[in-house]
């Protein structure tokens, strides 16, 4: 039988001669991972870290200045670029409320056209070719709208004229 085991087979706790249990002599278990000796790198719980309170800077210190932001240089966008894009916006939205506003989508076309130019031939000088673009873009839109406007009512017109015509009794 070995020293540490009961009759049973089971193994004994240590007991001192008065019959109490000892404690172990080895330390208490770490965490996994944990370096042996190394303290927990959190805190434990109900431990204030910031009870030592503030700690004035040594004398002779003084603190670093503050900088200014730093703010890139933008390049100013082409005046023709912004409004091409405010002609768009009004040819297109206002083509949807009154058909008048839609005659102005040509020119936000051609002004959004001239402003790409002159911003891809100077890039260093001008900004805004996404203006100038979103312009362009809304001046095609609103010529198409125009276009279609106008063939709609020219066939309108054709067909007042054709059915008034057949009424008279003069139809060919």
């Known amino acids: 039988m070995s020293p540490g085991a009961s009759d049973d087979g089971q193994p004994q706790s240590p007991q001192d001669d008065a019959g109490a249990t000892q404690q172990p002599a080895y330390p208490p278990a770490q965490p996994p991972g944990a370096a042996p000796g190394v303290p927990p790198a959190y805190p434990t719980p109900g431990a204030n870290p910031y009870a030592a309170g503030y700690t004035p800077p040594p004398p ?11 703010t890139p240089y933008v390049l ?55 203006r100038a673009t979103a312009g362009m873009v809304l001046g095609i839109i609103g010529t198409a709208l125009l276009v279609l406007g106008l063939v709609l009512i020219a066939l309108f017109v ?11 009794g003069t139809g060919v």
């Open 60 to 70: 002779g210190w003084t603190p670093q200045p503050a900088h200014a932001p730093f």
């Open 76 to 130: 100013p966008d082409l005046p023709k670029a912004t409004t091409a894009l405010i002609l768009g916006i009004i040819a297109v939205a206002g083509g949807f409320m009154c058909i008048l506003p839609v005659l102005v989508s040509p020119v936000a076309w051609i002004l959004g056209a001239q402003a790409r130019k002159e911003i891809r031939a100077a890039p260093q000088q001008w900004g805004g070719e996404g």
């Open 158 to 168: 054709i067909v007042a004229v054709v059915g008034s015509s057949q009424v008279d």
